[in-house]
T-cell receptor, first 112, second 113 residues
Framework: DGGITQSPKYLFRKEGQNVTLSCEQN?????MYWYRQDPGQGLRLIYY???????QKGDIAEGYSVSREKKESFPLTVTSAQKNPTAFYLC???????????FGPGTRLTVT | AQSVTQLDSQVPVFEEAPVELRCNYS??????LFWYVQYPNQGLQLLLK??????LVKGINGFEAEFNKSQTSFHLRKPSVHISDTAEYFC???????????FGTGTKLQVIP
């Protein structure tokens, strides 16, 4: 079954720790995206990558980092520099010449 | 720059009644428009999209939307809702280069039995 997996579903961390969220896709899609979702604010773009070994900052990249070493993987690291990291994080991918983004099930990160 | 406004944060509606979820956008260039649905604690799923052609677009689960260029709107409609339609709905816009997609703040549809 093709799709996008994000793990874990729930993640808890102490303040000051870096944490990496996993995103894997087997759809053979070139483009991948990371969004942050907060209640009442919709989805905000953190980073996106249109090809392996290349990525661009989105609207709220501060305090986050990504890598794209493989086509199927786009991990997101939430660093201690992110002031308010508690949120629901969504990963998505898109095929070339397609206008539809496919979303993973999300990771809910809680930092205390 | 492009932006999306979803005027209603919550819409309660009785089962089997019609519903309209409103979406307005702004952009200085031609756009593509999308509606996505999100069930609790899940990712988003595409309902329908407007790229070009007919301004009335039909999607999954009986939903449809109409692109109105003069009013810069892309409202989502369903003639008769079911309990299973209870979810959050997001309108989104991208330029035709599709570098980025901008999402609205979402509308929570609550279907009342």
């Amino acid at each position: 079954d093709g799709g996008i997996t994000q793990s874990p579903k729930y993640l808890f961390r102490k303040e000051g720790q870096n944490v990496t969220l996993s995103c894997e896709q087997n759809l053979n899609h070139d483009a991948m995206y990371w969004y942050r979702q907060d209640p009442g604010q919709g989805l905000r773009l953190i980073y996106y990558s249109q090809i392996v070994n290349d990525f661009q900052k989105g609207d709220i990249a501060e305090g986050y980092s990504v890598s794209r070493e493989k086509k199927e993987s786009f991990p997101l690291t939430v660093t201690s520099a992110q002031k308010n990291p508690t949120a629901f994080y969504l990963c998505a991918s898109r095929g070339q010449d397609s206008y539809e983004q496919y979303f993973g099930p999300g990771t809910r990160l809680t930092v205390t | 720059a492009q932006s999306v406004t979803q005027l209603d944060s919550q819409v309660p509606v009785f089962e089997e009644a019609p519903v309209e979820l409103r979406c307005n956008y702004s952009s200085s260039v031609s756009v593509y428009l999308f509606w996505y649905v999100q069930y609790p604690n899940q990712g988003l799923q595409l309902l329908l999209k407007y790229l070009s052609g007919s301004t009335l677009v039909k999607g999954i689960n009986g939903f449809e939307a109409e692109f109105n260029k003069s009013q810069t709107s892309f409202h989502l409609r369903k003639p008769s809702v079911h309990i299973s339609d209870t979810a959050e709905y997001f309108c989104a816009v991208s330029n035709q280069g599709y570098q980025k997609v901008t999402f609205g703040t979402g509308t929570k549809l609550q279907v009342i039995p």
